[in-house]
């Protein structure tokens, strides 16, 4: 599995940013998917996932009502968009599929892994 995140980029504190996630060697639409966040000197961080046919979402608290994951099956991909953004959201992006071996999301009780590089978001006060 390969999961390719972009999108990442320098912004303003109330800005909003598109994060994208294609995915290769995974069909989306046989998976829930998601988004971790890993702040420097902090832990992973979950951010929100989405049922294999986005009806369901689930978020973090730090970024209910501002974040919204939707997804594009045929086109493998699953987006993150991202509206008044805080300075407290800088971090490292990272896409995640379902796996048995990843970290279980507490409430939906869903194991995600991340995988591939991340992308970079600095949101500057």
């Known amino acids: 599995v390969q999961l390719q995140a972009s999108g990442g980029g320098l912004v303003q504190a109330g800005d909003s940013l598109r994060l994208s996630c294609v995915g290769f060697g995974i069909a989306f639409d046989t998976t829930v998917v998601g988004w971790f966040r890993q702040a420097p000197g902090k832990e992973r961080e979950f951010v929100a996932l989405?049922?294999?046919?986005?009806?369901?979402?689930h978020y973090g608290d730090s970024v209910k009502d501002r974040f919204t994951i939707f997804r594009d099956n045929p086109k493998n991909t699953v987006y993150l968009q991202m509206n008044n953004l805080k300075p407290e959201d800088t971090a490292i992006y990272y896409c995640a599929t379902e796996d048995p071996e990843g970290i279980v999301v507490p409430g939906p009780n869903i194991p995600l892994r991340s995988w591939g590089q991340g992308t970079l978001v600095t949101v500057s006060s």
């Open positions: 989405s049922s294999w046919a986005g009806i369901s979402t």
